[in-house]
T-cell receptor, first 115, second 118 residues
């Protein structure tokens, strides 16, 4: 069975500082990994996804994540936080088996940006 | 292009009542998913439609939940009778199977329906 663990339900960083949101996964097959963001009163929006093409994945809004198989991690980073980054972030995994598309999510990390 | 829409945005009902949630996927998306987030916990998969067929309903909590997707367009999720533990946010998502990419297809999420059972 697949699972995702997000360390830290709340993270606060100062505007302009590095953002690091942690995600570790467990999967019996090569995984597909995703980061989604949810802004207030909106649906989840895909930030980026890993599908085995490249270990360093660049997403929207300046975010990127690195797949590290040895550490079973897929941490999300952004070099310089902006006030508009305040939101809740979800890491998710799905099996790479064709047709098995359901996402297994972590519990989410709420990011607060301090002015 | 319109995104995934869900109706209602909020619903407050009493225990024992019936509620029906609706999801309109992005036009042309054959895959439709329902997920639920109970407060403070992870978003959990409920079921997956491919067109009008249930591909995977392993996440449905019990037989009080009934999902339908008549004609392969919009979907409804009915809870009857509702219990206190059914409270949460119900998300719908849709995806298009591009060139058989399967699990790597992006799922587009709606804003969710917040259900409160009193």
């Amino acid at each position: 069975a697949q699972s995702v663990t997000q360390l830290g339900s709340h993270v606060s960083v100062s505007e302009g500082a590095l953002v690091l949101l942690r995600c570790n996964y467990s999967s019996s097959v090569p995984p597909y990994l995703f980061w989604y963001v949810q802004y207030p009163n909106q649906g989840l929006q895909l930030l980026l996804k890993y599908t085995s093409a490249a270990t360093l994945v660049k997403g929207i809004n300046g975010f990127e994540a690195e797949f590290k198989k040895s550490e079973t991690s897929f941490h999300l980073t952004k070099p310089s936080a902006h006030m508009s980054d305040a939101a809740e972030y979800f890491c998710a995994v799905s099996d790479s088996d064709f047709g098995n598309e359901k996402l297994t999510f972590g519990t989410g990390t709420r990011l607060t940006i301090i002015p | 292009e319109a995104g995934v829409t869900q109706f209602p945005s909020h619903s407050v009902i009493e225990k024992g009542q019936t509620v029906t949630l609706r999801c309109d996927p992005i036009s042309g998306h054959d895959n439709l998913y329902w997920y639920r987030r109970v407060m403070g916990k992870e978003i959990k998969f409920l079921l997956h439609f491919v067109k009008e067929s249930k591909q995977d309903e392993s996440g449905m909590p019990n037989n009080r939940f009934l999902a339908e997707r008549t004609g392969g367009t919009y979907s409804t999720l009915k809870v009857q009778p509702a219990e206190l533990e059914d409270s949460g946010v119900y998300f719908c998502a849709s995806s298009q199977d591009k060139f058989g990419q399967g699990a790597s297809n992006e799922q587009f999420f709606g804003p969710g329906t917040r259900l409160t059972v009193l």
